[in-house]
């Protein structure tokens, strides 16, 4: 399924100033590596995969915050938590 996908944040996540990103992905049965641009404000990154899924098919867009973290303890926190939250989510 082809798409922009736009993160929206919970109303107790406070994204406001952060960096956006935007990861292109195959979709409809295409096979390309995936990549990511950014960093953008987030209507820029919003603008941006809405134009090139207007003018290509087979494309998934994401749009979604960087986090700003910079140790390991910190992106193992965030995965432990997500995994929490789907584990509670089954």
Not at 6 to 21: H, M, N, Q, R, S
């Amino acid at each position: 399924m082809a798409g922009v996908i736009v993160y929206e944040p919970d109303d107790d996540t406070d994204v406001e100033g952060l960096p956006w990103a935007v990861t292109f992905e195959a979709s409809a049965g295409e096979e390309w590596a995936s990549f990511v641009c950014g960093p953008y404000e987030r209507d820029d990154a919003v603008k941006l995969a809405e134009e090139v899924l207007a003018a290509s098919r087979g494309v998934t867009a994401v749009v979604e915050p960087l986090l700003p973290v910079t140790e390991a303890a910190d992106v193992l926190a965030t995965i432990a938590e997500l995994r929490d939250e789907e584990e509670d989510a089954e």
